[in-house]
T-cell receptor, first 112, second 113 residues
Framework: DAGITQSPRHKVTETGTPVTLRCHQTENHRYMYWYRQDPGHGLRLIHYSYGVKDTDKGEVSDGYSVSRSKTEDFLLTLESATSSQTSVYFC???????????FGQGTRLTVV | GQQLNQSPQSMFIQEGEDVSMNCTSSSIFNTWLWYKQDPGEGPVLLIALYKAGELTSNGRLTAQFGITRKDSFLNISASIPSDVGIYFCAGQDSGGSNYKLTFGKGTLLTVNP
């Protein structure tokens, strides 16, 4: 357990509105990740961070941006939410060996 | 990018039976991880494998890192109802220092008491 807290846990928003999801970790892990989980697709990487202010795109980054101003917080922003972004979002961080990813409990986002 | 093929997609078994699932990759990985996800929760790490040929156990679970570094399997012995969930494999590629993980699409396990 890497002390990962995601907020909010559930959110319903309207198409076209901005949404920010927060991931907070207490273990001082360097690497943090945002994944989305959809039926039939498993877990797909959106963005990841390898340090404060250091981020990079994953395989499904279109429509998403991230920021990491502190080691413990990694924010995922949907600038203008679309129905295709309805999903469950998971934050993860690496453990001591920098390879094992530990996950938060997820945020269920519904865009109507 | 890398692709992981995880099979089977789903399994329905009787309590007490053994279970086997596997993942194959189109490219080499230097780490293989196996996770379990319960409904409404995030994936939880079960077993981590770091070396080709490595065989590691965690209770009734056993996983192996394939010699070719392109595959891994997970076995569950004497299944019980609480084994129900989705099992994911994940691999980290050998080429970069960014520690990105690629996940399989999961195996849904149902155990009938």
């Amino acid at each position: 357990d890497a002390g990962i807290t995601q907020s909010p846990r559930h959110k319903v928003t309207e198409t076209g509105t901005p949404v920010t999801l927060r991931c907070h970790q207490t273990e001082n892990h360097r690497y943090m990740y945002w994944y989305r989980q959809d039926p039939g697709h498993g877990l797909r990487l959106i963005h990841y961070s390898y340090g404060v202010k250091d981020t990079d795109k994953g395989e499904v980054s279109d429509g998403y941006s991230v920021s990491r101003s502190k080691t413990e917080d990694f924010l995922l922003t949907l600038e203008s939410a679309t129905s295709s972004q309805t999903s469950v979002y998971f934050c993860a961080t690496t453990g001591a060996l920098n390879t094992e990813a530990f996950f938060g409990q997820g945020t269920r986002l519904t865009v109507v | 990018g890398q692709q992981l093929n995880q099979s089977p997609q789903s399994m329905f078994i009787q309590e007490g039976e053994d279970v086997s699932m596997n993942c194959t990759s189109s490219s080499i990985f230097n780490t293989w991880l196996w996770y379990k996800q319960d409904p409404g929760e995030g994936p939880v790490l079960l077993i981590a494998l770091y070396k080709a040929g490595e065989l590691t156990s965690n209770g009734r679970l056993t996983a192996q890192f394939g010699i070719t570094r392109k595959d891994s399997f997970l076995n569950i012995s004497a299944s019980i109802p609480s084994d129900v969930g989705i099992y994911f494999c994940a691999g980290q590629d050998s080429g970069g220092s960014n520690y990105k993980l690629t996940f399989g699409k999961g195996t849904l396990l149902t155990v009938n008491p």
